[in-house]
């Protein structure tokens, strides 16, 4: 009784320390950035930029170029047969008219269904490959690949980095995850391929970040890790500049338009509306 008592006190004190150093700062800040600041930071298109078509299609990547994103960011899974697609659930319910784990299909099944739009109308479109989004891009500005790890499998990794290579894109495309087996993995295949880690908040004078579950930090475990990228209400000034004097950049996630996001001396924005912050570029 003691022992559960005790971890839940921990627990408590943990999400008193996360409330204090994170989300009460951040509810102070001003709001907005100037059309100059705007033009300093780099835009990373959510999803290929959510919010100006249907999320990870081909067209909704296009619109993203279209609207002047620095970065195109996707996300990544592995099908049955060992193809890598582009979608942000592991399933395929909620953005076709399909049913089933991709982990469980093979690719002629995957996209033998349609995407479909918000109001759950079939589209023309189907979930793309990897490789069908590298051609699509072809280096017209960085894409950023968020890889969605299974543990004990890093077969999604090694397929990604493949395909990669195959295109000559290594210069224009970076590689994210929570996982920290994931960008291990990726670095010890291509230890040159840019890497960015996802987190969602950590606390000052606490040697861990939280990325959906606690993880042990230190600037020497992450010494290959060239952004961190945070969520948006979760993250503070002081330790923005920390990362900043070790090297590293940081990045915000998900935001809409500028005028609601946080002042704070980020290197870039990640926004499923990219247009909102290139619209007078």
């Not at 008219?97 to 299909?105: E, F, Q, R, S, V």
């Not at 290594?170 to 295949?189: G, K």
Request: aromatic share 8%; with cysteine.
């Amino acid at each position: 009784m003691n022992k559960k008592l005790n971890m839940l006190l921990g627990a408590g004190a943990i999400a008193a320390g996360y409330v204090a150093y994170n989300v009460i700062p951040n509810l102070f800040y001003r709001r907005g950035y100037t059309r100059h600041e705007m033009d300093e930071l780099a835009i990373i298109a959510h999803r290929g930029g959510a919010g100006l078509g249907r999320e990870n299609t081909l067209s909704c990547i296009e619109h993203g170029i279209e609207a002047g994103a620095d970065v195109i960011e996707i996300d990544v899974h592995l099908t049955a047969d060992g193809e890598v697609v582009v979608c942000h659930d592991k399933s395929i319910d909620r953005t076709t008219t399909g049913m089933g784990n991709i982990a469980d299909l093979p690719l002629a099944e995957v996209q033998k269904f349609h995407i479909v739009d918000h109001a759950g109308n079939p589209t023309p479109e189907h979930i793309p490959t990897l490789a069908e989004v590298i051609e699509a891009v072809a280096g017209r500005c960085k894409l950023l690949i968020e890889v969605k790890h299974e543990n004990g499998r890093y077969d999604v990794e090694r397929k990604m980095v493949e395909v990669v290579h195959r295109y000559d894109a290594q210069n224009w495309v970076s590689v994210q995850s929570f996982s920290d087996e994931s960008l291990a993995e990726v670095n010890r295949i291509d230890p040159v391929l840019r890497l960015e880690k996802l987190l969602i908040f950590r606390v000052k004078g606490v040697p861990a970040v939280f990325d959906g579950g606690f993880t042990a930090f230190d600037y020497e475990k992450y010494n290959y890790v060239s952004s961190f990228n945070f969520y948006y209400r979760s993250v503070t000034r002081n330790i923005i500049e920390r990362l900043h004097e070790h090297g590293k950049q940081v990045k915000i996630w998900t935001l809409a338009g500028p005028e609601d996001t946080p002042h704070l001396p980020v290197d870039g924005i990640i926004t499923d509306r990219p247009d909102l912050w290139r619209r007078n570029r």
